[in-house]
């Protein structure tokens, strides 16, 4: 190395042979598991691709040396996309010196990626055995033929150790284990490689925790320590151990031998020391196992703070993931284990606990789209003002990158936590409210629960063995009906039918709504519907899973009567979500605001001809200084546009209350869901707009909106899946809409147009919140001595005459959210 440059900088020139040795240095020693800084190792490698700027050799080696370290740097943390940006890298540096190894490596970033949305364990394998196939050509001698051989080894491992054997068959289990051995048995292996070949045999000789032989139980634990004892203080030690944890507590289970339970927490114990926090991809499963050891142990109090623990990791797991299939994959697990830790903690009568377990993890994709949306006035706040820059430096940062930023956002904070019983209480004091609801679908042998959260007072819960979702019950027939009403309105991308409906839709339906007041209803609100004090009990309800789907506020006691006519009813993305929207500070309506009305779309849309009436109605008579985009009744365009997605832009984008708090879209809504692209959209003239793009536009600074009205279909259906309540609605509430009604159907058109006019009606006229006006614009529907405005426009009174608002297609199917 020559001396320091003489520009004062006191940096090192480095020749080109030293770069390259100190990168392949690098490369090796974190690729050995030996790498001390891997933050300090990224600088330099970052100094070394400024000095050899022009050097295509030196900054494929740049290059092919971040991508280790980050990939060394973080057990369990991959980031799919972000190799193959280093992939791209390679190649245009390579050129055509690539060779086989960029050829081959799109083929297993799609394996890797598959196996982390959540692929069965075949389709993985499947495609690492393509891999393997179009490697059989190389050379012995060639790196790629060792690095493909070392694949195959490990797709091998994964298929031995899947699935395991019935119970009673010692033959295939002896077979299942001994070709594990064989397949970890090789020589020439680093300590933290055979550490993790131990590991697998050891785990195998458990045969799925289902071991009854107490001879191989201890086989299997002595391999274990073993691995244990080889990666040492390494990160990887953490898997290791709560492997040996298990392979104990199996032991104890057989013999039942407390002093192994004993052993088991305290290997778990330093296993969490050595995690450090709930960025290790294990904090989770660490945390999980040892708050029901401790549990058996009779600690409960130490018990739910693992508990809370665990589902921290969780929390910091999904933020982490740029990829959305793999963040949906992520929450999913998140979702289940939270649902199955509050049972256990419910069994145990800790209705507190088991309440901060649901909301940890519900919503969780919503949580990462609120709270990493901008971390950069937070990250220099926090004097991380280098981290902020190279945050918005990045299209799509990085999990690396996120990383960083999430525990700088986690210092000293409450970030992952989340809400207690006192700050659930202080908001539903707040909001006006007397209970926040959590329904969790029963899950045979377990009955399904209402965890309840009062504004005063201690939580209680109720178990609801009639709570589930079974072939053949009213749920899942209605489920299968919405489906296929889905199915139909996305190929119309319309508020479907306009007066008559399908059959088999309205007859599951109306089953539904007596199932769900025998299933849950009817023993939540019993209490307060005994109250004499004659005030309107208000419920906001959690529903979990495909429960999400239900229109509680149509549940039917047997007399006849809906929920709401007894009761007022809004729904929670999460309990997190609705202290957020408790805290904003309110926002005044003004006769200013923004309508959308059926603008002329692409495709095979058809006509909105009544949501255009609803719209213009409205505009009218409500809001006359409101934008009006789209088509006026007669189909000619408004004059201030057609409903452009840049019209949509510029509206949001204004500064100003002079544009207005209130947006309303009368409009066709569009979803997919599927697990990589799922998306959630508003169709407009000429394109249209995403969800996505939709928070960054609220988002960038202009006044606060009062409230959003999606009167299109599903607006209020989660494309993620319904643990997460991640929709077109709940993504206008986390980027700070006040309020927002969205659609959990295909909603019928000319009932909506009638629904709609009256919710505003009971907004403007009689200065109701939000909340009560679509009640009463429900109850409306519902009065056959209905009164009608003297203000409501000829052609909605036409309407009224040729329908029936009392049908429950007309009203169920709208939702309140927020203040």
């Given at each position: 190395?020559?001396?320091?440059?003489?520009d004062?900088?006191?940096q090192w020139?480095w020749?080109?042979?030293?770069?390259?040795?100190?990168l392949?240095?690098?490369?090796?020693?974190?690729?050995?598991?030996?790498?001390?800084?891997?933050?300090?190792?990224?600088?330099?490698v970052?100094?070394?691709?400024?000095a050899?700027?022009?050097?295509p050799?030196v900054?494929?080696?740049?290059e092919?040396?971040?991508?280790?370290?980050?990939m060394?740097a973080a057990?369990?943390l991959?980031?799919?996309?972000?190799?193959?940006?280093?992939?791209?890298?390679?190649?245009?540096?390579?050129?055509?010196?690539?060779?086989?190894?960029?050829?081959?490596?799109?083929?297993?970033?799609d394996?890797?990626?598959?196996?982390?949305?959540?692929?069965d364990l075949?389709?993985?394998?499947?495609?690492?055995?393509?891999?393997?196939?179009?490697?059989?050509?190389?050379p012995?001698?060639?790196?790629?033929?060792?690095?493909?051989?070392e694949?195959?080894?490990a797709?091998?491992?994964?298929?031995s150790?899947d699935?395991?054997?019935?119970?009673?068959?010692?033959?295939?289990?002896?077979?299942?284990l001994e070709?594990?051995?064989e397949?970890?048995?090789?020589?020439g292996?680093?300590?933290?490689?055979?550490?993790m070949?131990?590991a697998a045999?050891?785990?195998?000789?458990l045969?799925?925790g289902r071991?009854?032989?107490?001879?191989?139980?201890?086989?299997?634990?002595?391999?274990?320590?073993?691995?244990?004892?080889?990666s040492?203080?390494?990160?990887?030690g953490?898997?290791h151990?709560?492997?040996?944890?298990?392979a104990?507590?199996?032991?104890?289970?057989v013999?039942?031998?407390?002093?192994d339970v004993?052993?088991a927490?305290?290997?778990?114990?330093?296993?969490?020391?050595?995690?450090?926090?709930?960025?290790?991809?294990?904090?989770?499963?660490?945390?999980?196992?040892?708050s029901?050891?401790r549990?058996?142990?009779?600690?409960?109090?130490s018990?739910?703070?693992?508990?809370?623990?665990?589902?921290?990791?969780?929390?910091w797991?999904?933020?982490?993931?740029p990829?959305?299939?793999?963040?949906?994959?992520?929450?999913?697990?998140?979702?289940?284990?939270?649902?199955e830790?509050?049972?256990?903690?419910?069994?145990?009568?800790?209705?507190?606990?088991?309440?901060?377990?649901?909301?940890?993890?519900?919503?969780?994709?919503?949580f990462s789209?609120?709270?990493?949306r901008?971390?950069?006035?937070?990250?220099i706040?926090?004097?991380?003002?280098?981290l902020?820059?190279?945050?918005?430096?990045?299209?799509?940062?990085?999990a690396?990158?996120?990383?960083?930023?999430?525990?700088?956002?986690s210092r000293?904070?409450?970030l992952?936590?989340?809400?207690?019983?006192?700050?659930?209480q202080?908001?539903?004091?707040?909001?006006g409210?007397?209970?926040?609801?959590?329904?969790?679908?029963?899950?045979?042998?377990?009955?399904?629960?209402?965890?309840?959260?009062?504004a005063?007072?201690?939580?209680r819960?109720?178990?609801?063995?009639y709570?589930?979702?079974?072939?053949?019950?009213?749920?899942?027939?209605?489920?299968a009906?919405?489906?296929?009403?889905?199915d139909?309105?996305?190929?119309?991308?319309?508020r479907?039918?306009?007066?008559?409906?399908?059959?088999?839709f309205?007859?599951?339906?109306?089953?539904?709504c007596?199932?769900?007041?025998?299933?849950?209803?009817?023993?939540?609100?019993?209490?307060?519907?005994?109250?004499?004090?004659?005030?309107t009990?208000?419920?906001?309800?959690?529903?979990?899973?495909?429960?999400?789907r239900?229109?509680?506020?149509?549940a039917?006691?047997?007399d006849?009567?809906?929920?709401?006519?007894?009761a007022?009813?809004?729904?929670?993305?999460?309990?997190?979500?609705?202290?957020?929207?408790?805290?904003a500070?309110?926002?005044?309506?003004?006769?200013?605001?923004?309508?959308?009305?059926d603008?002329?779309?692409?495709?095979?849309?058809?006509?909105?001809?009544s949501?255009?009436?609803e719209?213009?109605?409205?505009h009218?008579?409500?809001?006359?200084?409101a934008?009006?985009?789209?088509?006026?009744?007669?189909?000619?365009?408004?004059?201030?546009?057609?409903?452009?997605?840049?019209?949509?832009r510029?509206?949001?984008?204004?500064?100003?209350?002079?544009?207005?708090?209130?947006?309303?879209?009368?409009?066709?809504?569009?979803m997919t869901?599927?697990?990589?692209?799922a998306?959630?959209?508003?169709?407009?003239a000429?394109?249209?707009?995403?969800?996505?793009?939709?928070?960054?536009?609220?988002?960038?600074?202009?006044?606060?909106?009062?409230?959003?009205?999606?009167?299109?279909?599903?607006?209020?259906?989660?494309?993620?899946g319904y643990?997460?309540a991640?929709?077109?609605?709940?993504?206008?509430?986390?980027?700070?809409?006040?309020t927002?009604?969205?659609?959990?159907w295909?909603?019928?058109?000319?009932?909506?147009?009638?629904?709609m006019?009256?919710?505003?009606?009971?907004?403007?006229?009689?200065?109701?919140?939000?909340?009560?006006?679509?009640?009463q614009?429900?109850?409306?529907?519902?009065?056959?001595a209905?009164?009608?405005?003297?203000?409501?426009?000829?052609?909605?009174?036409?309407?009224?005459?040729?329908t029936?608002?009392?049908?429950?297609?007309s009203?169920?199917?709208?939702?309140h959210?927020?203040?």
């Amino acid at each position: 190395m020559d001396e320091p440059n003489g520009d004062g900088s006191g940096q090192w020139a480095w020749t080109k042979a030293e770069a390259v040795s100190r990168l392949m240095q690098l490369q090796e020693t974190a690729a050995g598991g030996e790498l001390v800084d891997s933050r300090t190792a990224l600088d330099e490698v970052d100094r070394l691709a400024s000095a050899f700027v022009g050097d295509p050799q030196v900054q494929t080696l740049v290059e092919s040396t971040r991508a280790i370290v980050k990939m060394t740097a973080a057990p369990g943390l991959v980031d799919v996309e972000g190799m193959r940006e280093v992939l791209k890298n390679l190649g245009e540096i390579a050129g055509d010196q690539a060779g086989p190894l960029m050829e081959l490596m799109p083929d297993y970033l799609d394996a890797v990626q598959s196996h982390l949305q959540g692929g069965d364990l075949a389709t993985t394998l499947a495609r690492f055995a393509g891999i393997l196939k179009r490697a059989e050509d190389l050379p012995d001698s060639d790196l790629l033929r060792t690095v493909t051989a070392e694949i195959a080894r490990a797709a091998e491992l994964m298929r031995s150790l899947d699935g395991g054997e019935p119970d009673g068959d010692e033959a295939g289990h002896d077979r299942r284990l001994e070709a594990v051995r064989e397949l970890t048995d090789r020589p020439g292996a680093t300590d933290l490689e055979r550490a993790m070949r131990l590991a697998a045999t050891g785990g195998a000789a458990l045969n799925e925790g289902r071991e009854q032989n107490l001879g191989r139980i201890n086989e299997g634990i002595a391999d274990l320590r073993e691995a244990v004892k080889l990666s040492g203080d390494h990160p990887e030690g953490v898997f290791h151990r709560a492997g040996l944890a298990l392979a104990v507590y199996r032991r104890s289970e057989v013999t039942g031998s407390l002093a192994d339970v004993d052993e088991a927490i305290t290997v778990l114990e330093r296993a969490r020391e050595l995690a450090r926090g709930p960025a290790h991809p294990h904090w989770s499963i660490v945390n999980d196992m040892l708050s029901q050891f401790r549990q058996r142990r009779g600690k409960p109090s130490s018990s739910s703070l693992a508990v809370l623990d665990s589902l921290r990791g969780h929390a910091w797991q999904v933020l982490l993931q740029p990829d959305a299939g793999v963040a949906r994959a992520t929450a999913l697990r998140a979702a289940q284990d939270a649902v199955e830790t509050a049972g256990r903690l419910l069994v145990e009568h800790e209705p507190t606990d088991a309440l901060r377990a649901l909301d940890a993890g519900r919503g969780l994709l919503l949580f990462s789209a609120t709270e990493l949306r901008d971390p950069c006035p937070r990250l220099i706040e926090a004097g991380e003002d280098g981290l902020a820059e190279r945050w918005r430096s990045e299209a799509r940062p990085s999990a690396w990158l996120r990383d960083e930023v999430i525990e700088v956002l986690s210092r000293d904070t409450d970030l992952l936590d989340p809400p207690t019983l006192e700050e659930i209480q202080e908001a539903l004091g707040r909001l006006g409210a007397d209970a926040l609801v959590y329904l969790v679908p029963a899950a045979a042998p377990v009955p399904g629960w209402a965890v309840i959260a009062p504004a005063e007072g201690p939580p209680r819960y109720l178990a609801l063995p009639y709570l589930a979702i079974d072939d053949g019950m009213e749920i899942e027939r209605y489920l299968a009906a919405t489906a296929a009403r889905r199915d139909s309105a996305l190929l119309g991308k319309t508020r479907e039918f306009k007066s008559a409906e399908p059959a088999d839709f309205a007859e599951s339906l109306d089953a539904l709504c007596s199932w769900a007041w025998k299933a849950a209803i009817g023993p939540i609100i019993k209490p307060y519907l005994d109250n004499t004090s004659g005030r309107t009990p208000r419920l906001v309800l959690i529903p979990m899973g495909d429960l999400a789907r239900v229109p509680w506020q149509a549940a039917r006691r047997p007399d006849g009567k809906y929920l709401v006519e007894l009761a007022a009813v809004s729904q929670a993305a999460s309990a997190r979500m609705l202290c957020a929207s408790a805290a904003a500070e309110p926002v005044r309506h003004t006769a200013a605001g923004l309508v959308v009305a059926d603008p002329e779309t692409e495709g095979p849309a058809v006509d909105l001809q009544s949501a255009r009436l609803e719209a213009y109605a409205i505009h009218r008579t409500f809001c006359p200084g409101a934008t009006y985009l789209g088509r006026r009744p007669d189909g000619s365009v408004s004059g201030s546009g057609a409903g452009t997605p840049d019209e949509v832009r510029n509206w949001l984008r204004a500064d100003g209350s002079h544009a207005g708090t209130m947006v309303h879209f009368a409009t066709h809504g569009d979803m997919t869901t599927d697990a990589a692209h799922a998306s959630s959209r508003l169709l407009l003239a000429g394109g249209d707009l995403t969800a996505d793009e939709l928070i960054r536009l609220l988002d960038g600074g202009r006044h606060p909106i009062g409230l959003v009205v999606l009167a299109g279909c599903h607006t209020g259906q989660s494309i993620h899946g319904y643990d997460e309540a991640y929709s077109l609605g709940t993504l206008f509430l986390a980027a700070g809409a006040r309020t927002v009604l969205s659609t959990q159907w295909s909603i019928p058109d000319q009932d909506t147009s009638l629904l709609m006019y009256m919710f505003h009606h009971f907004l403007i006229t009689e200065r109701r919140p939000p909340w009560d006006a679509l009640r009463q614009a429900q109850l409306w529907m519902l009065d056959d001595a209905r009164s009608v405005p003297s203000q409501m426009p000829v052609p909605l009174r036409r309407m009224l005459a040729g329908t029936d608002p009392t049908r429950l297609t007309s009203w169920a199917g709208f939702v309140h959210w927020g203040q």
